[in-house]
Structure formats: C-alpha cells, structure tokens
C-alpha cells in the first residue's frame, strides 16, 4: 500500500480549525523578515530600520503563544509520566485529574491576566512603532483562552488515555 496516496484526516492550515498553526506561521515569516530587513538596513542603508526589532520581538510572542495551543491541541507537549506510571491505576486517575484542575485554573488565570493587562496598557505605547501594548497583550489573552478551550477538548481525565498520532507541521 502506498502510504503517499493515504489522505490526511487533518484539514488544512487556512481553515478554522488549524487557526493557532496559520498564526502561528505568519508569526515566523513576520520574524524571519524583519530581522532581514534589519540586517539589510543596518549595512546598506545609512539609517537602520529602528523597527524592526520591535516588530520581531511582538512576532514572537504571537507565534510561542499560538503555538502553545497547537501543542495543547496535538498533545506535543512535555510529559515524563514514568512515576505516575508507576503508580497504581487508582492514584494514576488522581493524577490526571489533579494535572487536569491545576491547568484549567492556570489557563483561567492566565486568560484573565493578559485581558487585563491589555485593558491597562491600552494608553502605553511602543518606542519604535508607536503602537498600543494592547497588541502584544491582547492576542496572549486570547492564545491563554484558546489553550483553555483545547486542554477542555482533548484532556479527558474520565477516559483513559490514548496517545494521539497526529499530521502537523509543528
């Protein structure tokens, strides 16, 4: 069989569904081309593009944010679950439901933080863009939601764990 021809379950990174993992993507291109062009500008030009940094640092926390929730979603994050494996299966199950608890109520927090933090800031703005900081905090606010909705979808401590194989470009 040829594994080639197989079609992927997984739809594609403009739809709706795989929104964090576009964001996430834009958000590389944005850094990968800002700092060329800041390079570019510092030996070419004999003004620096004093932006582009700026612009870079902001790209960043849009795309480890995003792609937090990616990871959330496809299950990629770090787990060493060789003591609780050990465990018997009763204080496993209480594992995962504390683990399941404790991250919903840091994603809650999280979420609430940086509106929060975005409603202050509104009036701050950047140096070099002169933009509100309620563009770098808000998008946090809504990648910490994103995370909370997905760790509420795919972390089910009543059923028992599967490991997910999953198609994705992270």
């Known amino acids: 069989m040829d594994i080639s021809a197989e079609t992927s379950t997984e739809p594609p990174l403009w ?4 929104l ?17 062009w800041g390079i570019v500008s510092r030996y070419i ?14 790209a960043f926390s849009y795309l480890v944010f995003f792609g937090a929730i990616a990871g959330v979603r496809l299950g990629t994050h770090a787990a060493i679950d060789v003591l609780v494996g050990a465990l018997p299966e009763r204080w496993q199950d209480g594992v995962r439901w504390f683990n399941y608890v ?11 933080l940086f509106f929060w933090q975005a409603w202050t800031s ?9 933009l509100s900081r309620s563009i ?8 910490s939601a994103g995370m909370l909705v997905q760790h509420l979808i795919v972390e089910r401590p ?8 999953v198609d994705s470009i992270i």
């Open 15 to 18: 739809s709706l569904r795989r």
């Open 20 to 36: 964090d993992e576009a964001v996430g993507v834009l958000a590389l291109l944005v850094i990968v081309v800002s700092i060329l």
């Open 45 to 58: 030009f004999p003004q620096p593009a004093a932006w582009t940094y700026e612009l870079a640092i902001l």
């Open 102 to 112: 404790l991250l919903t109520v840091f994603f809650v927090l999280m979420t609430g």
């Open 122 to 130: 509104r009036n701050v703005h950047t140096i070099a863009l002169d």
């Open 136 to 143: 770098a905090y808000a998008p946090l606010a809504i990648a």
């Open 158 to 165: 009543w059923r028992p764990r599967t490991h997910r194989i």
